[in-house]
């Protein structure tokens, strides 16, 4: 199973999933524009842990 992780978007806030190889995708699915990317996939137990393939809604 290929690892993914959830990228946000720092200017819209759009969040959405990607595989961990292709790494800082170089422009959002959203608004389309050249962005920088937060991980927000949840790595605490809080949200259901890496594993849960959930985000953190804190992020
Ligand atoms: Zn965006």
Redesign the pocket.
Known sequence: MLKKVWWK?N????RFQEEVEKGTPEN?P??K?S?TFTDVTCYSPDCGGPESGNFDPRL
């Open positions: 978007c200017s819209c806030g759009y959002c959203s608004c524009e962005c």
